[in-house]
């Protein structure tokens, strides 16, 4: 098709300005935001005019849409959004982009205004009075033309329907604004739902205008030992940080594309080496795998290039492309301004497409795909873990309030490979605590989710964490932790018996230091052992008495245990001593956490009675914890107690490292 004309006389749409909350206001009214092309049309007698907020001329691009304007009931300027649906009813923004290529998917004008009215303008009435208007030469059950309907004043629970619904967002209009076109005020305002991904950035193009440095950047994804071409960003940034990023790429700059495909660009590329990762907020990931509007939000320092792969990001998409079937060229939308108790995302016959909306007092949070197996063999959903950490919130919850959160998201079940994410606030509704924290080694300021309500800890299953993972101090003091712990991580050459000796041996010479601790399976291969410090010290003073454990045990099991982290340096038969998960912002799965692993394990608190051969951490599980601590209770709660005195509990451990040197 060829290119569109331009007109060189057209009217300007008004424009909105973006807030990020929703709210309620008896002043104004609340509209879908449509992820489409806005359109004004303009019918005159039998003559149409249709065109975008720039003046290109729409109506040989999409004809059906010119032609069901000559049916509205009189003449008049409507400012509206073209849309295309797909299989679910849902606007779908590459359908539209490739109309040509989908003609017989359902095209759909939604109008939301009107300008002028039999030769009248209408710009300076009240909005509401507009649209009053507008709702009476609409013709009903048109296929294409459709009046854009609104709710009043509560905009906080229409922003979670659209939520539900994956819609773009909302609009949010004062009821009595006039309508100023080409002008952008805050009499209109768009609230969106944004979605989030980790980048790799393997380029930026020369800047233009005035702008200096660049202009945007090249974002890839890897696809195994390939890079996948994801879309440019050329927005996020100020001055500062435009000369931050170009300081930071100068020393990676390197003559080859990453690419193996051609990329395609209007100005000069400088290409660098795959090693800087950030993180960018976008629409919608499109047909062919590309992010719709990315906006670049800020680096990530706590990845690995190889962690940012495309099936994490796919997990965003919001539709996927499927064969174009006839029968819907008569589908409507079927999206509804009521909430619904069940929604389903697809067809309501296909279970594993189902969302759920738990109620907990005035907050709401819903789960989607709540029927996705996350455990393939153990046929264990989504659902399933939601209702597991339900149902263990009261057990739980108290070793997670005002604790910081690495979110480890599994979205996709156990089989695939999960990714880690701190910096996970800035999108999570008004019932989640925050906290700002400044990274020293990225030298940013992270904000992150703090657990500290069962709505919150819902939330995070719903992003797919089927482990939790706090910090070992709360907000109210950061720098002094509850708790020093050890983690027992033996290797796949070792057996579980030989980490119930280690340990055993752990705890024995804690007793001898007078230190009270507790332990719990890790859920996986190892044990973790808990030694409560109640605020005292610093994380590097309980540290180094933790390395000091260590360092006693390896002595007595020098051939099973082992201090040296590299793996590629210590033996593969040796168990190792992790004392360094005791570092300010080291977290570690939570008791009672469900482990991403095989036989949906569950990281148990043991009786040290219970501590002996036979013991398998793979006993625990999603079907029995609950009624396990119902019966024993919480054997764990001595952790957030009356915390060790570390000087006197020093002076035991020298004089029995002298004792043994001694020896």
């Not at 005159?44 to 109506?59: C, H, Q």
């Amino acid at each position: 098709m060829p290119v569109s004309k331009k007109f060189s006389d057209y009217i300007k749409p008004m424009l909105a300005k973006e807030t990020a909350e929703a709210f309620d206001d008896k002043g104004w009214l609340f509209e879908i935001k449509w992820d489409g092309y806005r359109a004004i049309a303009e019918k005159k007698k039998s003559k149409i005019l249709l065109y975008s907020r720039n003046g290109l001329d729409f109506a040989e691009k999409y004809p059906v849409v010119v032609a069901q304007v000559k049916k509205v009931k009189a003449d008049a300027v409507l400012d509206g959004e073209i849309v295309v649906l797909n299989d679910e009813g849902k606007p779908d923004f590459q359908f539209l982009q490739h109309y040509s290529e989908n003609q017989n998917r359902p095209i759909q004008y939604y109008v939301f205004d009107l300008l002028e009215l039999n030769g009248k303008d209408t710009t300076s009435l009240p909005l509401i009075d507009r649209k009053e208007l507008l709702k009476k030469i609409i013709p009903e059950n048109n296929p294409a033309i459709k009046y854009s309907d609104h709710i009043f004043e509560k905009g906080k629970s229409f922003f979670r329907v659209s939520k539900e619904k994956d819609l773009e967002g909302i609009m949010a209009k004062k009821m009595d604004s006039k309508y100023y076109p080409g002008k952008r005020t805050t009499d209109w305002l768009k609230i969106k739902n944004h979605k989030t991904a980790e980048v790799i950035i393997t380029g930026y193009t020369e800047p233009s205008g005035s702008r200096k440095y660049f202009g945007s950047l090249i974002l890839a994804a890897k696809e195994g030992t390939k890079f996948i071409y994801m879309g440019n960003a050329g927005t996020g940034f100020n001055a500062g940080s435009l000369k931050e990023l170009y300081d930071l790429f100068q020393p990676l700059v390197q003559k080859k594309s990453p690419f193996e495909e051609k990329i395609k660009n209007n100005s000069k590329i400088t290409w660098l080496k795959p090693a800087v990762i950030c993180e960018v907020k976008f629409s919608e990931v499109t047909a062919d795998g590309k992010l719709r509007h990315p906006v670049f939000l800020r680096l990530r320092d706590d990845k690995t290039i190889n962690e940012i792969n495309m099936d994490n990001i796919k997990d965003n998409r919001k539709s996927t492309p499927v064969k174009i079937k006839e029968k819907s060229k008569k589908k409507s939308s079927n999206i509804s301004l009521s909430k619904s108790k069940n929604v389903s995302s697809s067809n309501k016959s296909e279970k594993e497409e189902t969302d759920k909306v738990y109620s907990f007092g005035k907050s709401q949070v819903t789960v989607t795909h709540f029927n996705k197996v996350y455990f393939p063999d153990e046929k264990v959903t989504k659902g399933d873990v939601t209702d597991y950490y339900i149902s263990m919130a009261d057990y739980v919850l108290p070793y997670l309030k005002g604790r910081p959160e690495s979110l480890l998201r599994n979205p996709n079940g156990i089989k695939e490979k999960g990714f880690f994410q701190k910096d996970a606030a800035d999108d999570a509704p008004s019932f989640v605590h925050r906290k700002q924290v400044h990274s020293d080694s990225t030298n940013k300021e992270v904000n992150y989710i703090v657990c500290d309500n069962i709505e919150t800890l819902v939330y995070l299953n719903n992003l797919g964490c089927i482990e939790i993972n706090p910090w070992h101090s709360t907000v109210e003091a950061l720098d002094k932790p509850d708790y020093l712990m050890i983690d027992i991580d033996p290797s796949d050459k070792n057996t579980f018996s030989q980490v119930i000796e280690v340990a055993l041996t752990v705890k024995t010479i804690l007793e001898k230091a007078g230190a009270s601790c507790f332990c719990k399976t890790s859920g996986s291969s190892g044990m973790h052992i808990y030694v409560p410090a109640e605020k005292k010290y610093s994380y590097e003073q309980v540290k180094n008495f933790a390395y000091l454990v260590c360092m006693l045990v390896n002595d007595q099991l020098k051939d099973l245990t082992t201090l040296e982290r590299n793996l590629q340096k210590r033996s593969k038969k040796q168990i190792y001593m992790d004392y360094l998960q005791n570092s300010r912002g080291q977290t570690i799965a939570s008791v009672y956490s469900l482990r991403p692993k095989p036989g949906a394990t569950v990281s148990t608190p043991l009786l040290w009675d219970e501590v002996k051969p036979g013991l398998s951490p793979k006993q625990f599980t999603i079907y029995n914890t609950l009624e396990r601590v119902k019966k024993m209770g919480d054997l764990f709660k001595g952790v957030l107690g009356k915390g060790i005195d570390l000087e006197k509990c020093l002076k035991n451990l020298q004089n029995l490292s002298a004792k043994v040197a001694a020896e």
